[in-house]
Antibody, heavy 122, light 110 residues
Framework: EVRLVESGGGSVQPGGSLRLSCATSGFTFSGYYINWVRQAPGKGLDWVGRSRNKANSYITDYAASVRGRFTISRDESKNSLYLQMNSLQTEDTAVYYC?????????????WGQGTLVTVSS | QSVLTQPPSASGTPGQRVTISCSGSNSNIGSHFVYWYQQFPGAAPKLLIYKNDERPSGVPDRFSGSRSGTSASLAISGLRSEDEADYYCAALDDSLSGPVFGGGTKLTVL
């Protein structure tokens, strides 16, 4: 069974940092692109970024709104994906989901975690 | 303002057929596959349609997708109360170098 479990969310002040984790199981971790997608309270879905698979050197891609502030990384030994968020702004407040990308031909997000809430507020 | 445009709401009665539209441009829907997601309150989104009109295993054939030019549609036939949810379209966008989502459509079953 494929599982993705996010953790690390919480409350932080503007300008602060937070590191989210996405622990995975049930699939070949190195073989999949894995994405971060967020959803502000009462709002729609917003793509944050992704880590490509090992065959593509784990190259990372980011949305313009977070580029330079957020960093995605992986730990193969733990089958885990991370999202390091720096210089957080109030508009980064959202539930953050990690999701596997099935076909690499678009936002084919096949499996999702339950999400973790990040609140940026003074 | 979302890159892909969806109506904020849609409704229908049980048994009816409803469609939800998703309008984009040549840089997204016009040149890339469209995906649809279903989301219930407090839950993660679920992939409903991929590559314009394909259904993942387990998705009822009451759900169907189509794409024409720079627009796409999700159709739900034989509407059921359990279909009441938010629906999102998504596609890659060349201008933004990543996926974009529609603003979402809240479907109400009357």
């Amino acid at each position: 069974e494929v599982r993705l479990v996010e953790s690390g969310g919480g409350s932080v002040q503007p300008g602060g940092s937070l590191r989210l984790s996405c622990a995975t199981s049930g699939f070949t971790f190195s073989g999949y692109y894995i994405n971060w997608v967020r959803q502000a309270p009462g709002k729609g879905l917003d793509w944050v970024g992704r880590s490509r698979n090992k065959a593509n050197s784990y190259i990372t891609d980011y949305a313009a709104s977070v580029r330079g502030r957020f960093t995605i990384s992986r730990d193969e030994s733990k089958n885990s994906l991370y999202l390091q968020m720096n210089s957080l702004q109030t508009e980064d407040t959202a539930v953050y989901y990690c999701a596997t990308e099935g076909s690499n031909s678009g936002p084919d997000f096949e499996y999702w975690g339950q999400g973790t809430l990040v609140t940026v507020s003074s | 303002q979302s890159v892909l445009t969806q109506p904020p709401s849609a409704s229908g009665t049980p048994g009816q057929r409803v469609t939800i539209s998703c309008s984009g441009s040549n840089s997204n829907i016009g040149s890339h596959f469209v995906y649809w997601y279903q989301q219930f309150p407090g839950a993660a989104p679920k992939l409903l349609i991929y590559k314009n009109d394909e259904r993942p295993s387990g998705v009822p054939d009451r759900f169907s997708g189509s794409r024409s030019g720079t627009s796409a549609s999700l159709a739900i036939s034989g509407l059921r109360s359990e279909d009441e949810a938010d629906y999102y379209c998504a596609a890659l966008d060349d201008s933004l170098s990543g996926p974009v989502f529609g603003g979402g459509t809240k479907l109400t079953v009357l």
